[in-house]
């Protein structure tokens, strides 16, 4: 079993920025890939960005180049870096983890992300 905390979410203006963390615990060796999506109310949850066990990233069209994953040296805790942000980046941000043949297999409890126009 692994464990996924998030924590750095709250309130902000339209064009700041906000850094989430999220902390792994228990099994990680079963982690392969690591990831941070979001739901917003009444919409699909959708994924926001992902980092690799090799440190590749990739990112939704709609926060590239604003946002910024990153994981610490030995891969934990994993980071969203998220700069200029707007009002349609308001939802609750998950972290995930991925686990060899099964998807995004453990999650966080989620963090809110508020931005205020």
């Known amino acids: 079993q692994v464990q996924l905390v998030e924590s750095g979410g709250g309130l902000v203006q339209a064009g700041g920025s906000l850094r989430l963390s999220c902390a792994a615990s228990g099994s990680i060796f079963e982690i392969n890939d690591m990831g941070w999506h979001r739901q917003a109310p009444g919409k699909q949850r959708e994924l926001v960005a992902t980092?690799?066990?090799?440190?590749?990233?990739n990112y939704a069209d709609s926060v590239r180049g604003r946002f910024t994953i990153s994981e610490d040296t030995f891969g934990n805790p994993v980071y969203l870096q998220m700069n200029t942000l707007k009002p349609d980046d308001t939802a609750v941000y998950y972290c995930?983890?991925?686990?060899?043949?099964?998807?995004?297999?453990?999650w966080g409890q989620g963090t809110q992300v508020t931005v205020s126009s």
């Open positions: 980092i690799t066990s090799s440190g590749k990233t």
């Open positions: 995930a983890a991925e686990v060899p043949g099964h998807g995004w297999h453990y």
